[in-house]
C-alpha cells in the first residue's frame, strides 16, 4: 500500500479550497459538513486518485482499496448501518470533478441492494414497494452506467409491465409488478453481458467507482470540456455517499432550486421538486415536476428549513447557489451545492445586484460575467412588432429566439449546424450524449423535462434558447416528425423558438437585437472604473456613431471616409472625379463631394459632441469605386449593337474602361491606395481635410466641443508622414482663416505595415498618434490575402494545429504583436504623450485586448456592437482574468 499520499477524504476532513484535488462537488460537501449543515455522511476518492487509476489501473485500485473499505466501515459507525448486511447502508457513487461538468459524467443511486439487502430493507423502512422500487432503479443505472447496457432495453421492460399494469407513472407500479420488473432486468443483464448481474456489494462498489473513473473519458465529457475549454488533466473526484431517499412516502421528495432565478436573476427561490421521487426523477425529465414555491404547501417545515440554508449558502460561497436536496420522512438534507448556471441576462443582474446588496466588490461583480455571455446579451429576440400565433406553449427553459430547421438527431443537427445551416434540435428529451448537437444548433426544443432538465441547463450554459416540457408535442424519432394540435411538422421545416417564453412558432418569425438594461449599464459602468483601456468604436456614419455611444464607446478610433462615397447619389460624383482628365475638372467634382462629407462629418462630430473623432482618410484603391471592367465592356458591345458607337453615352463609358484599365492592378492591396493616393493626387486628401475642419470649427462656432483626429493611412515611411502633416497644417491655416474660427486637432497615422512599425520612431516625430490597423497588419505580416486564406487554407491549419487559431479573428502576439510592441516602444520613445490604440477587428476580440492592455494601449476601437463586449474584457484585462 502506498503511504506516501492520501486519496480518501471523509467529508469532516474536506475544506471548501481543496476544489482541485477533492472535485468541485466533493469539497462544497465538506465545507457544508464543516458549517454544520444537513450532509449525508460520506468520502471522497481524489481526482489524483482518478489520475493514477487512469494511468495504472487495477493495480493502483488495489493498493487503496483497504482504505475504500475503511471509509465505508467508518460510515457504518456514523450511520449504525450495514453495508450488505442487516439495516442495509446504502450509498451513491458520483462524479465531481474541480470545474463543474452538469450531467457530463457518472452517477449511482442505491449501491448495496442485492436480493437479500432489499428484504433487509424493505423490512427495515416497513415499505416493500420503496425497496424493491429502489431495487429496480438500482439495477436500471448500474446496467447502464457500470455494465454499458442500453438504458432503452430497460425502458422498454418497464413501459411495458406498465402497460400490462394499466399505469401511466413509475410510482403507481404495485410490489407485485416491481418483482417482475426486477427479474426481467436480471435477465437481460444476463443476456446482454453473458453474466449475472453482481450480487456482491463490494464487487457492486469497485465496479461503479472504475465507471466513474473511467466517465471522466466518455465522447460527451471529452466534447464538453472542449467546448468550455476545460483541461484533459484534471480528472474526477468519486464521492461515496449515504443514500437518503426521498421516494419513502409523502413525506419525501426531492428538488433542485437556485437561491436566485438562473434565467432572470431575480431573488427568489427557484427550482422544481417532485414528492416520493429520488433526485434522478427531476433532472431526468420523465415526470413534469412542481415549482418549489408549492413544497411550502406540501412540507411546509421542511421548505422553511431550505429557504434559511439557501440563504446560508448564498452568504457563505458570495456566489448564486445551484442546490440539490433530498427530504426523507420530513428531514431535509442537502446533496450538493455549486456556483449557479445562469443566462447571460441573469449574470449581469446577479453581479450587479450582489454589489449593491454589499455582498461582493464592484471587481468581483465585474469578474461574474463573461465577455462571451454579454455577446449572448446582444443576441436576437422575437420582434415585438411581429404577428404571429404559436403552435404550442412549454416552459421558458433559457431565454432568447432562434430560427431554424427542425432536425431530431444531435449528430445530424452537428453536421447541418457545422456546414452553416441553422437548426433547431427537437428531442423529447435531452441527455449528455447530445451535447455536440445541443452545441451546433441555434436552440433546443424537448416534449418532456422542467426547468432544471438537462436540456435546460445545458442550455443556459451556451447560452442557447430553449423550450422544455412542451407536453402537447407527440415526437416521433422514427418518423423525423412532430404532431401539435393536429399539424404535422417534418424534419427540415422551419420553426421559431421563443426561450423567454417558452412559444414554439411554425414557419419563421422576425428578430431584432435586444436594448440595454438598466442592470446591464450599471455592470459596464463598473467595468469602465475597473479597466485601464478606453473603449472606442469604428463608425462611418451618424447613425453608426449614435449607436456606438449609446453603447458607452468613449470615442471614434475608425471613420472610414470610403463608405461615405458608395452611396448611391455620390459614387456617379466619385467615379467623376476619377475619370476627370484635367486638374480642374476633377476640382469640380471633389467640391461637389467635399458637401457631401461635411455633411457627414458634421452628424458625426454632433453625434460624438465632446469625445474624440478618427477619421481616416480616403484608403482604397480608385478602381473600386469604377465598374468592373467586363461589365463596361458588355456594354459597349451592347451600344455597339445599338448602332450608338459614336454617341457621348458610347464615349462615356470607353472613357471609363480607358480609366479602369490605367487603374488596374496585380496586386491592389499592395498598391496604388492609403496615402499613396494623397501624395499623388493631393486634392484629394485637401478636399476631406478641409470638409474635416470646415465642418468642426462651424459646430465650434455654434458652442459644440470637437475633437477631431486626422488619420493617414497606409503610411510606410517617415517622409511620407512629414508631407501630409504639411499638407494637414497648410490647409487648416486657410480653413481657420476663412471661418475665422480655430479647433483644436491631432495628425496621426494607421500602423499597418510591417515598415511602419519597424521605423515608428521615426513616424512618430510627425504623428502625433498611432492606431495599429491590424487587419492589414497581420495580411502584410503574414503574407496572406485574408479573402484566399480563410476560402482556401486557413481552416485546415488550425485543424492540424499549424497555427493555433485564426490570426484575422485573435491577434497574432508572435508575429504581429512583436511588431506591434516594436512600435510602441520605438514611439513613445520619440514622443512621449503619442497616443497609441488598435482599430483592427482584433479590438472586439477578448484575447486581443488583453495583450492590447499589456501593451498599455490607450484605447481599443471595434464595431459598435462589439463595445460592451470590449468594455468587459478591458475590465477582465485589469484584473488578469484574461491574459
Request: with cysteine; net charge negative.
Amino acid at each position: 500500500m502506498m503511504k506516501d499520499k492520501k486519496y480518501i477524504y471523509m467529508f469532516d476532513e474536506g475544506r471548501a479550497d481543496m476544489r482541485d484535488l477533492l472535485g468541485g462537488k466533493g469539497a462544497n460537501l465538506a465545507e457544508m459538513t464543516r458549517i454544520g449543515l444537513p450532509v449525508p455522511p460520506g468520502f471522497t476518492i481524489t481526482t489524483e486518485a482518478c489520475l493514477a487509476f487512469l494511468e495504472r489501473k487495477d493495480e493502483f485500485l488495489d493498493e487503496i482499496w483497504d482504505d475504500v473499505v475503511s471509509a465505508i466501515r467508518q460510515l457504518e459507525g456514523i450511520t449504525g448501518k450495514n453495508f450488505g448486511g442487516e439495516n442495509p447502508l446504502l450509498v451513491s457513487v458520483r462524479s465531481g470533478a474541480a470545474i463543474s461538468m452538469p450531467g457530463m459524467m457518472d452517477t449511482i443511486l442505491n449501491l448495496g441492494l442485492n436480493d437479500e439487502t432489499v428484504k433487509m430493507l424493505a423490512e427495515e423502512s416497513k415499505d416493500e414497494r420503496f425497496a424493491l422500487d429502489s431495487y429496480r432503479r438500482f439495477i436500471q443505472m448500474f446496467g447502464d452506467v457500470v455494465l454499458g447496457v442500453d438504458v432503452s432495453f430497460f425502458e422498454n421492460i418497464l413501459h411495458e409491465i406498465k402497460r400490462e399494469l394499466g399505469v401511466n407513472f413509475d410510482y403507481q407500479i404495485p410490489p407485485e409488478g416491481l418483482y417482475k420488473i426486477i427479474e426481467k432486468y436480471k435477465a437481460l443483464v444476463l443476456q446482454e453481458k453473458g453474466f449475472p448481474f453482481p450480487k456482491d456489494v463490494w464487487e457492486q462498489l469497485r465496479m461503479a467507482i472504475i465507471a466513474v473513473f473511467n466517465s471522466w473519458n466518455t465522447p460527451r465529457a471529452k466534447t464538453y470540456r472542449k467546448i468550455n475549454k476545460i483541461p484533459d488533466n484534471l480528472g474526477t473526484a468519486v464521492n461515496v455517499v449515504t443514500m437518503v431517499f426521498g421516494n419513502l412516502g409523502d413525506d419525501c421528495g426531492t428538488g433542485v432550486c437556485f437561491t436566485r432565478n438562473p434565467s432572470t436573476g431575480e431573488k427568489e427561490l427557484y427550482g422544481e421538486f417532485l414528492m416520493n421521487a429520488q433526485g434522478e426523477d427531476v433532472v431526468a425529465g420523465i415526470r413534469t415536476p412542481l415549482p418549489i414555491k408549492d413544497l411550502k404547501e406540501e412540507l411546509p417545515s421542511a421548505f422553511k428549513e431550505l429557504v434559511q440554508t439557501a440563504e446560508l449558502l448564498e452568504r457563505h460561497y458570495k456566489d448564486v447557489q445551484d442546490i440539490e436536496f433530498t427530504i426523507e420522512r420530513g428531514k431535509l438534507y442537502i446533496l450538493q451545492t455549486r456556483n449557479g448556471k445562469r443566462t447571460a441576462r441573469a449574470a449581469v443582474k446577479i453581479a450587479v445586484d450582489m454589489c449593491e446588496e454589499g455582498l461582493i466588490s464592484a471587481e468581483d461583480a465585474v469578474s461574474r460575467v463573461k465577455p462571451e455571455q454579454v455577446e449572448q446579451l446582444l443576441h436576437k429576440q422575437i420582434d415585438p412588432e411581429a404577428k404571429y400565433e404559436p403552435i404550442a406553449k412549454g416552459l421558458p427553459a433559457s431565454p432568447g429566439a432562434a430560427v431554424g430547421k427542425v432536425v431530431f438527431d444531435a449528430d445530424h443537427a452537428e453536421k447541418l449546424g457545422n456546414s452553416g445551416e441553422k437548426v433547431i434540435l427537437v428531442r423529447p428529451e435531452t441527455t449528455p450524449d447530445d451535447i455536440h448537437g445541443l452545441f451546433a444548433a441555434q436552440g433546443v426544443l424537448t416534449s418532456r423535462g422542467g426547468m432544471t432538465s438537462h436540456a435546460a441547463v445545458v442550455a443556459r450554459g451556451l447560452g442557447k434558447p430553449c423550450v422544455s416540457g412542451c407536453e402537447a408535442l407527440d415526437i416521433s424519432i422514427e418518423r423525423k416528425e412532430f404532431v401539435v394540435n393536429g399539424k404535422v411538422v417534418k424534419e427540415g421545416d422551419i420553426i421559431t423558438i421563443d426561450g423567454s417564453k417558452g412559444e414554439v412558432i411554425l414557419g419563421e418569425v422576425n428578430l431584432v437585437q435586444p436594448s440595454f438594461t438598466e442592470d446591464f449599464r450599471k455592470l459596464l459602468d463598473l467595468a469602465d472604473k475597473v479597466a485601464n483601456l478606453q473603449v472606442w468604436a469604428n463608425a462611418d456614419t451618424p447613425q453608426d456613431a449614435r449607436r456606438a455611444r449609446d453603447f458607452g464607446a468613449k470615442g471614434i478610433g475608425l471613420c472610414r471616409t470610403e463608405h461615405m462615397f458608395m452611396e448611391t447619389d455620390r459614387l456617379p460624383v466619385m467615379q467623376e472625379m476619377i475619370v476627370a482628365e484635367t486638374l480642374d475638372s476633377r476640382k469640380e467634382a471633389l467640391d461637389k463631394l467635399k458637401t457631401m462629407q461635411k455633411e457627414d462629418f458634421l452628424g458625426i462630430f454632433e453625434a460624438m459632441e465632446g469625445l474624440p473623432v478618427t477619421i481616416r482618410l480616403l484608403d482604397p484603391p480608385l478602381h473600386e469605386f469604377l465598374p468592373k471592367e467586363e461589365e463596361l465592356e458588355a456594354k459597349l458591345e451592347e451600344l455597339a449593337k445599338e448602332g450608338k458607337e459614336n454617341t457621348e453615352e458610347h464615349k462615356k463609358y470607353k472613357k471609363t474602361l480607358g480609366r479602369v484599365l490605367a487603374l488596374k492592378e496585380n496586386n491592389p492591396m499592395l498598391g496604388f491606395r492609403g496615402c499613396r493616393l494623397g501624395m499623388i493626387y493631393p486634392e484629394i486628401y485637401e478636399m476631406q481635410i478641409s470638409a474635416i475642419l470646415e465642418a468642426a470649427c462651424e459646430l465650434k462656432a455654434k458652442g459644440k466641443r470637437v475633437i477631431p483626429q486626422i488619420m493617414m493611412p497606409l503610411v510606410g515611411t517617415k517622409e511620407e508622414m512629414r508631407r501630409l502633416k504639411e499638407m494637414v497644417e497648410r490647409v487648416s491655416k486657410e480653413v481657420f482663416q476663412k471661418e475665422d474660427v480655430e479647433v483644436p486637432f491631432t495628425v496621426g497615422t494607421m500602423i499597418e505595415v510591417p515598415r511602419a512599425a519597424l521605423v515608428a520612431g521615426d513616424i512618430a516625430e510627425y504623428a502625433e498618434f498611432f492606431s495599429f490597423g491590424t487587419n492589414d497588419l497581420t495580411q502584410t505580416t503574414f503574407g496572406y490575402s485574408r479573402d484566399d486564406a480563410e476560402g482556401k487554407f486557413l481552416a485546415q491549419y488550425i485543424t492540424d494545429g499549424v497555427l493555433p487559431e485564426n490570426p484575422f479573428h485573435v491577434l497574432d502576439r508572435e508575429g504581429v504583436g512583436r511588431l506591434m510592441s516594436i512600435a510602441v516602444h520605438d514611439g513613445r520613445k520619440r514622443r512621449e504623450d503619442i497616443k497609441i490604440g488598435i482599430c483592427g477587428e482584433h479590438g472586439g476580440n477578448p484575447k486581443s485586448i488583453a495583450f492590447c492592455h499589456k501593451l498599455e494601449l490607450a484605447y481599443v476601437s471595434c464595431s459598435p456592437f462589439r463595445v460592451p463586449v470590449a468594455r468587459l474584457a478591458a475590465a477582465h484585462a485589469a484584473l488578469g482574468i484574461i491574459d
